[in-house]
């Protein structure tokens, strides 16, 4: 059965640095594309990162690039999202996402089933 399973976060001050570490299960084999979002509190779900599970093509919304760094992990089906420079307004729930396709993109990778999350506090 599919399921995602998140895990780091935390609580940081502004420009301070934090690592989430994904594993998507139930993915035996294909394409997987796999990434990011986030939700703030009272806000919509937004987009922040995808990456092919082998590591290569990762994509960014404009408004982590240069500051987050999404990288294959150690384990199979994991990805890592290394995020620098952390900012109040990057505070929020991030979930991960993984789907079979061949055209991997921040800009259409599709999520669910959502995992629990995991909190990340920015605080000014």
């Known amino acids: 059965q599919v399921h995602m399973v998140e895990s780091g976060g935390g609580s940081v001050q502004t420009g301070g640095s934090l690592k989430l570490s994904c594993t998507a299960f139930?993915?035996?084999?294909?394409?997987?594309?796999m990434g990011w979002f986030r939700q703030a509190a009272g806000k919509e779900r937004e987009r922040v990162a995808a990456?092919?599970?082998?590591?290569?093509?990762?994509t960014y919304v404009d408004s982590v690039k240069g500051r987050f760094t999404i990288s294959k992990g150690s384990a199979s089906n994991t990805v890592d999202l290394q995020m620098d420079n952390l900012k109040p307004e990057d505070t929020a729930v991030y979930y991960c996402?993984?789907?079979?396709?061949?055209?991997?993109?921040?800009?259409?990778?599709?999520?669910?089933?959502w995992g629990q999350g995991t909190q990340v506090t920015v605080s000014s």
């Open positions: 996402a993984a789907e079979l396709t061949f055209r991997c993109h921040i800009s259409t990778l599709r999520g669910g089933p």
């Open positions: 139930g993915y035996s084999y294909g394409n997987i594309c």
């Open positions: 990456i092919e599970v082998d590591g290569s093509n990762p």
